[in-house]
């Protein structure tokens, strides 16, 4: 059995002992008496973790994962960053418009946010067809939702979400 210490860099095994794919590196950050070892994940998380689940990999397969993990990242949609109340007061007339929209945006990031991160641990093959239909259906939503903020004010971007999870989230 390899002995590891802090530092080493490793990769995530599946139970077949072969490397998960997509591939998930880390480093060790602590080694536990009782054979866990701590593990800093790429995104600055940390987790535990039995030497059996892992692999030693090199500096450069590290980095090229590595790489690879930052290619995947995607930039989500996120909550409109403004005073809805001096927005609506400009725009008197459109002010219900504003307010449900407003609300619908705030659900739609959600959704998406809590479903892309389901999707991306679990596969799209292994969510239920309910929530895809409710993350096809908030991706829509966003589009509409920030296209009309953006025909009131062009300083709110547009915004379009890809069909894959996993994908970069363009900004117009």
Known sequence: MTKYKP?????????NNKPLVPQVVAKIEE???????RLDLPDGACCFEYPEHFRKIDEETYNKY?????????????????DIR????????LRREIYRHYELDKKYVSIIHA???RIAMYGRE??????????EDAKQGIVETRSFFHDID???AEVTVPDQANAHVEVL
Not at 31 to 37: E, I, L, M, P, T
Not at 126 to 135: D, G
Request: proline share 5%; hydrophobic share 40%; charged share 30%.
């Open 31 to 37: 080694v536990y008496s009782d054979g866990k070892v």
């Open 86 to 93: 001096k927005f609506v007061a400009k725009r008197p007339r």
């Open 126 to 135: 292994n969510i239920p067809q309910q929530f895809l239909w409710e993350f």
């Open 115 to 117: 479903y892309a991160g």
């Open 7 to 15: 530092g080493d860099k490793i990769i995530i095994l599946d139970y």
């Open 154 to 156: 062009e300083s709110i």
């Open 66 to 82: 590595l790489q690879a993990v930052r290619d995947r990242e995607q930039e989500l949609p996120l909550d409109l960053k403004m």
